[in-house]
Each structure stands twice: as structure tokens, then as C-alpha cells.
């Protein structure tokens, strides 16, 4: 996966838990799948608040930039958790595919009864929408969060 620099940006979807921080943020997320590392809620939710923010806003887009990303959450994940943290398998990066929209993502908008993304659509979005999106579409995340995100990227009715 080729890394994309991207703003620290909070998605108004995320609004229920950014204040607080009790679930990981999607410029986490991405900064995660970029470092190769995971990071589980349990040991999420054990970070102190500026750690937390740290990790929201630290650059993680060059190679050095990616090396101390990893070392900074290795080292929070270390003292606030006495344990390690996981390496990431490969991730599979269909956000960057500007071609065609995922089949997970149109999958998820059949589930929610909104209209399939045009490929137009899809290239209109920042790497930052596409992610969550395709983030939002895979199992094990807040399934409801993905109409609420189509909406705020002007793509929901």
C-alpha cells in the first residue's frame, strides 16, 4: 500500500465518539493500515487523551514519518498496556482504486437502500472519504455509521 499524505480530519459521523475518543477514529485507522500495525479497542481505550490525539494528528506519510508513527504507538501501547502490538497482514487498499467503486461499498449502500456510487462519484472523493467508506462497508464496523457518512460526503439522499 502506497500511503497518501492526508489532513487530520474528524468526520462529523464520528461525532458521538471523537469527543471522548472511546472509539478509533477513521485518521487512526488509515494511520494504522499506512504503519502496519493494530491496535485493538481495548488497548485504544487504555491510551490517555493527548496520546490518543497524538496519534490523530502525528504525520504518517513518509518513510520516517511511518517509522516513528509505528515507535510511538509500539511505546504507548508498551506503558499504557505491558503488551505488544500487533503487525497488520497486508491490508487490502480498495480506496486507492480510483477505477471502480469497491463491491463491498456498493454492497453496503444496496444494504442501506441507497443508490449505487457512480465511479464519478467515487474519484470526486478525498482518500480520507474513500477509506471510511470502504472502512464502513467491511464487517466488524459500525455498519449504521455508513448511510450518515454518504450523507456527509453529499452522496446520500
Known amino acids: 500500500m502506497k500511503p497518501q499524505a492526508v489532513e487530520t480530519v474528524f468526520f462529523a459521523f464520528e461525532n458521538d465518539f471523537v469527543d471522548t475518543f472511546r472509539c478509533i477514529p477513521m485518521i487512526v485507522r488509515y494511520k494504522l493500515d499506512t ?9 485504544w481505550v487504555k491510551l490517555s487523551a493527548l496520546e490518543k490525539r497524538e496519534l490523530a494528528v502525528r504525520p504518517c506519510y513518509t518513510e520516517s514519518e511511518i517509522a516513528q508513527y509505528r515507535h510511538c504507538l509500539i511505546d504507548c501501547v508498551a506503558k499504557r498496556c505491558q503488551k505488544t502490538v500487533s503487525e497488520l497482514p497486508p491490508v487490502d487498499a480498495s480506496w486507492e482504486e480510483l477505477g471502480r467503486v469497491p463491491d463491498e461499498v456498493q454492497q453496503k449502500a444496496a444494504e442501506w437502500n441507497c443508490p449505487p456510487l457512480t465511479v464519478a462519484q467515487w474519484m470526486q472523493l478525498d482518500v480520507m472519504q474513500r477509506f471510511a467508506l470502504v ?16 450523507a456527509e460526503f453529499g452522496l446520500g439522499s
Open 35 to 43: 504503519c502496519g500495525l493494530k491496535l485493538k479497542l481495548p488497548e
Open 135 to 150: 472502512k464502513l462497508s467491511r464487517s466488524g464496523h459500525e455498519g449504521s455509521n455508513f448511510p450518515r457518512a454518504l
